[in-house]
């Protein structure tokens, strides 16, 4: 599997398996990069070789952990919900990082509107003749492609949020054309702008934090079907554009300080009659823990699959756990075709048939479209 994504954005890596033993005693290692799986990410020889990357000693190492609890530094990224994109996303940044000397401190969220972001500014001002007119404070977040900045408008003082996409991290044309897509679906309340160097997309800043922040802390199931109203209510609105989202997931819905919210990233959405879709025939796209069945099949997708994701969410809102685990994507994937639609706990029965709707396996028996999901979380209030 791990070599199926890396061919997406490396397409001449040439892939080869050592002990991390060998790796600490090889003097001579030429590598681009080391991948570290299978292993616990506390482990002292783990720990070792992430050291001597440091140091620049090791080529820049990222960490494949099983465990989403897990946190050690920048460049881990958890299994189950890897992705292509996540993936070359994040060895791209950090043999970027390792040649340039510029060592990442431990991130305690990735979150967009983090308050453990960095406090550093990694983005060269003096690169940035794009975005004059505004003033980088701070960075909120990354992901497998691009930053996300706070920053200040100089004529206003209001505060926003910058996606930035450095065009020297990435290998595969069709990430920047994501990027240039998220944009023009969002125009009409985003601005943006490219230079030479780099892509930045400005937006409002969303004070509120994530889904997945609250969820941490705990959901009422008032709370819940309010959400699930919202984020119905946000699908129907794209839905009727002809967009599918195809990665809808808590870290994908973010908040206002009045707990209103907005649905957000749409890279890998999709034009429902869209000819140049810029995913290929049996590639599957998205986050893992939260693709639909037919998406876990490669298979091209309707606005029903956001439906099914909103569902997986919902149990997510609800019990502050993934309805489905597993090791790695291939097994999640499995688990979305064949598993049973999970049970939720005695207090929240009364919510199963809600839920039973929108994860049934077959496109055909979900709620056919985002009116018909808000119609059924009526008869809840």
């Given at each position: 599997?791990?070599?199926?994504?890396l061919?997406?954005?490396?397409?001449?890596?040439?892939i080869e398996?050592d002990?991390?033993t060998?790796i600490l005693?090889?003097?001579?290692?030429?590598a681009?990069?080391?991948?570290?799986g299978?292993?616990?990410?506390?482990?002292?020889?783990?720990?070792?070789?992430i050291?001597?990357?440091?140091?620049g000693?090791?080529?820049p190492?990222?960490?494949?952990?099983?465990?989403?609890?897990?946190e050690?530094h920048d460049?881990m990224?958890?299994?189950?919900?890897?992705?292509?994109?996540?993936?070359?996303?994040?060895?791209?940044?950090?043999?970027?990082r390792?040649?340039?000397g510029?060592?990442?401190s431990k991130q305690?969220s990735?979150?967009?509107?983090s308050?453990?972001g960095?406090?550093?500014?990694?983005?060269p001002?003096?690169?940035?003749e794009?975005l004059?007119?505004?003033r980088?404070?701070?960075?909120?977040?990354?992901g497998g492609?691009?930053?996300?900045?706070?920053?200040?408008?100089?004529?206003?003082?209001?505060?926003?949020a910058?996606?930035?996409?450095?065009?020297?991290?990435?290998?595969?044309?069709?990430?920047?054309?994501?990027?240039i897509?998220e944009?023009?679906?969002?125009a009409s309340?985003?601005?943006?702008?490219?230079?030479?160097?780099?892509?930045?997309i400005i937006?409002?800043?969303?004070?509120?934090?994530?889904m997945?922040?609250?969820?941490?802390?705990?959901?009422?199931?008032?709370?819940?079907?309010?959400?699930?109203?919202q984020?119905?209510?946000?699908?129907?609105?794209?839905?009727?554009?002809g967009i599918?989202?195809?990665?809808?997931?808590?870290?994908?819905?973010?908040?206002?300080?009045?707990?209103?919210?907005?649905?957000?990233?749409f890279?890998l959405?999709?034009i429902?009659?869209d000819?140049?879709?810029l995913?290929?025939h049996?590639e599957v796209?998205?986050?893992?823990?939260y693709?639909s069945?037919?998406?876990?099949?490669g298979?091209?997708?309707d606005?029903?699959s956001?439906?099914?994701?909103?569902?997986?969410?919902?149990y997510?809102?609800?019990?502050?756990?993934k309805?489905?685990?597993?090791?790695?994507?291939?097994?999640?994937?499995?688990?979305h075709?064949h598993?049973?639609?999970?049970?939720?706990?005695?207090?929240?029965?009364?919510?199963?048939?809600?839920?039973?709707?929108m994860l049934?396996k077959?496109?055909?028996?979900?709620?056919?479209?985002?009116?018909e999901?808000?119609d059924?979380?009526?008869n809840y209030e």
């Open positions: 599997m791990l070599s199926q994504y061919s997406m954005g490396w397409h001449d890596a040439d398996e002990s991390i060998t005693d090889d003097k001579s290692l030429v681009d990069a080391i991948l570290i299978g292993m616990n990410p506390a482990d002292a020889t783990v720990r070792k070789v050291e001597k990357s440091n140091n000693e090791l080529p190492t990222i960490v494949l952990s099983a465990n989403e609890e897990d050690i460049n990224l958890t299994l189950e919900d890897l992705t292509p994109v996540m993936l070359n996303g994040a060895i791209a940044e950090a043999i970027k390792h040649a340039d510029v060592q990442g305690t990735t979150s967009p509107d308050e453990g960095r406090a550093d500014n990694e983005l001002i003096e690169r940035l794009g004059r007119g505004y980088l404070i701070r960075e909120l977040g990354r492609m691009s930053k996300v900045y706070l920053a200040e408008d100089n004529d206003t003082g209001k505060e926003v910058i996606k930035v996409l450095d065009m020297d991290t990435i290998e595969d044309d069709r990430m920047i054309e994501r990027f897509r944009y023009s679906m969002l309340i985003l601005d943006q702008t490219f230079t030479d160097e780099y892509a930045f937006m409002e800043r969303f004070q509120g934090g994530d997945t922040r609250r969820i941490r802390k705990g959901i009422t199931p008032k709370q819940a079907l309010n959400y699930l109203k984020i119905a209510t946000g699908l129907r609105d794209v839905h009727r554009e599918v989202h195809r990665d809808l997931k808590p870290g994908n819905i973010l908040f206002r300080l009045n707990d209103t919210l907005a649905i957000l990233d890279g959405a999709q429902e009659d000819s140049q879709d995913t290929k049996g796209y998205g986050t893992p823990s693709v069945p037919e998406q876990a099949r298979k091209r997708v606005h029903r956001d439906i099914y994701s909103t569902g997986i969410i919902f997510q809102m609800l019990t502050r756990k309805p489905y685990r597993a090791d790695n994507p291939m097994a999640m994937f499995y688990k075709v598993a049973e639609v999970p049970r939720l706990p005695g207090e929240f029965t009364e919510y199963q048939p809600l839920l039973d709707k049934a077959s496109a055909d028996d979900r709620y056919q479209n985002a009116d999901l808000i059924a979380v009526k």
